[in-house]
């Protein structure tokens, strides 16, 4: 059974960092090409920022410049750094495998006051 668990969020206020997790466990397969999606409070989700399986990676215009994303391929794991936060940001992230798309976790939720 393929579980996936983000973790790291938190409150911080603007211009703060936070640094996300997300493990995915039960099929190494899975574990790659993997996305970080978003969803705020009344909206839909939104794509945040992708990395493939050899290290290619893309974000959305509004976190171009303030989020890196990164892999640990060794522990299945994917990171989203997340500095210079903005109040615009807050909404629970989640991660999700390209390969793997049915599979969601809880998400972990980000708050930045202003």
């Known amino acids: 059974q393929v579980q996936v668990e983000e973790s790291g969020g938190g409150s911080v206020q603007a211009g703060g960092s936070l640094r996300l997790s997300c493990a995915i466990s039960?099929?190494?397969?899975?574990?790659?090409?993997m996305s970080w999606y978003r969803q705020a409070p009344g909206k839909e989700r939104e794509f945040v920022s992708f990395i493939s399986s050899d290290g290619v990676t893309t974000y959305a215009d509004s976190v171009t410049g303030r989020f890196t994303i990164s892999q640990d391929n060794a522990k299945n794991t994917v990171y989203l750094q997340m500095n210079s936060l903005k109040p615009e940001d807050t909404a629970i992230y989640y991660c999700?495998?390209?390969?793997?798309?049915?599979?969601w976790g809880q998400g972990t939720q980000v708050t930045v006051a202003s």
């Open positions: 039960g099929s190494r397969f899975c574990a790659s090409d």
């Open positions: 999700n495998s390209r390969r793997c798309q049915n599979y």
